[in-house]
């Protein structure tokens, strides 16, 4: 069964129309890039998945209890929030276990002799040990740490842009989503980080579809292309090379209909 299938999908602004009439679904552990030039409504399509934004026309046929995650493109972030966290702002039972673990470990380690900090702290452990939650924050630093990330403890607002983006994909990575939704995940990492999460995306456990412009990425983690052009969706089972060379057929094929 898809993860999530869309059903004559449209979206314009004012007299400007991105695409119409789109048909397309997603199934468990599709690696979907997503490719067209400049204005043809990419990241548009990701923001209408992600429910951040909605299509003019068209619905969703989503499985059930569907987890998703999107990275935006540009990450937005809350006012005084440390790194770690941003990373677990999501309001999922284990998430909050891991954040109240760590200001209470913070509080305790600011007032070592307060007793009402220290109990507090012994309150989180335990209800860190119940939700068996010592996995989940472990791999957010190991996340960050690979993403290039090593200050947990620094306010989110004052990274760099290149550090937030960082930040936000963690962030995204870390809740294992049935469709996690990536724009521009490649922006600022490094030969080392790419390399890391292009393992990381090859082994994620649920379905991905991305927006970059890093084609060795996407010849490396894609196995299906989504083509926007001229308003249409196109659907190529291949990763980026591929993709390219069955383009170049379906329009050889489209100019040979045209000459007949």
Same mark, same amino acid.
């Given at each position: ?15 400007? #129309? ?12 599709? !690696? ?41 493109? /540009? ?23 891991? !954040? ?20 507090? #702290?012994?309150?989180? /452990? ?14 957010? !630093? ?75 990425? #996407?010849?490396?983690?894609? !196995? ?32 040979? /209909?045209?000459?007949?």
């Amino acid at each position: 069964m898809p993860v999530i299938t869309a059903d004559n999908i449209s979206k314009s602004y004012a007299d400007r #129309l991105l695409f119409s009439g789109l048909n397309f679904s997603i199934e468990p552990g599709d !690696r979907i890039g997503v490719v067209g030039i400049n204005g043809t409504g990419k990241s548009t399509l990701l923001k209408i998945l992600a429910g951040r934004e909605k299509a003019d026309t068209g619905s969703f046929i989503k499985q059930r209890d569907l987890r998703i995650e999107y990275l935006p493109q /540009i990450p937005d972030f809350t006012e005084g929030q440390t790194v770690l966290e941003t990373v677990f702002s999501q309001p999922t039972p284990a998430v909050q276990v891991v !954040r109240e673990y760590e200001l209470a470990q913070q509080l305790a380690a600011d007032k070592p002799n307060d007793t009402q900090a220290q109990n507090a #702290l012994m309150l989180a /452990i335990d209800k860190m040990n119940a939700q068996s939650a010592w996995e989940l924050e472990q791999n957010a !630093r190991t996340i960050l740490t690979k993403l290039g990330i090593s200050d947990f403890s620094q306010k989110a607002v004052d990274l760099s842009g290149g550090q937030q983006k960082r930040v936000a994909l963690a962030a995204a990575l870390l809740q294992q989503a049935d469709l996690l939704i990536l724009d521009e995940p490649t922006n600022h990492l490094d030969h080392i980080a790419l390399d890391w999460l292009e393992s990381y995306l090859q082994h994620y456990s649920g379905a991905v579809i991305m927006v970059t412009h890093d084609r060795y990425f #996407l010849d490396r983690v894609a !196995r299906v292309m989504f083509e926007l052009e001229n308003g249409n969706l196109y659907r190529y089972e291949a990763n980026y090379t591929a993709y390219l060379e069955r383009k170049a057929e379906r329009e050889e094929m489209s100019q040979a /209909i045209e000459q007949k």
